[in-house]
């Protein structure tokens, strides 16, 4: 999409600083970094969240995202990372074309878990929830 911030990232209009890049997919340093060495990795195809990209197409972004943690590991050597995305409004998604999170991370970072994200949920919510899967 044109007017895409990250499909321009992708395709190498709007300079970044480039981590992985392979056919489908390319991986970039945050520009507002929560961690040393956070980058992203997007798919080179437009897709706002994940239901927006074709099945076939998580593979491979999967894979980059395997690739980009192994780098990080190899040059900084963080004791861990934290790995995900935000999807939606509700789930913090600020820029609309799909982006998996790399958070290395280092003991004593001061951070959190993905628990840390929210901690909200009613009592009965779990059985409540169980049953919409019988
Ligand atoms: P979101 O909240 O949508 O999951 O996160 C978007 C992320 O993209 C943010 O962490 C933000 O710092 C990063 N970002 C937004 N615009 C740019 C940009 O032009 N270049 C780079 N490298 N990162 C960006
Ligand atoms: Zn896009």
Redesign the pocket.
């Known amino acids: 999409m044109e007017d895409c ?2 499909c321009r ?1 992708g395709r190498g209009k ?1 300079p ?2 480039k981590i992985y890049e392979d056919k489908n997919s390319f991986a ?7 961690a040393k060495g ?1 980058a ?1 990795v997007i798919p080179k195809i437009h897709a706002v969240t994940i239901f927006d990209l074709e099945e076939k197409q998580m593979q491979p972004l999967m894979l980059a995202v395997k690739k980009t943690m192994g780098l990080l590991q190899k040059k900084l050597q963080p004791d861990g990372f934290n790995v995900g ?2 999807s939606g409004a509700a ?6 074309h799909l ?1 998996i ?1 790399i958070l290395p991370r280092y003991n004593g970072d001061g951070g959190g878990s993905i628990h840390s994200i929210i901690k909200n949920p009613r009592e009965k919510d779990v059985e409540e929830v169980a049953k919409l899967f019988r």
């Open positions: 911030i990250f990232i709007i970044s600083h970039f340093l945050d520009i507002h970094p929560h956070h992203v995305w935000n789930g913090g998604q600020v820029v609309p982006h999170h």
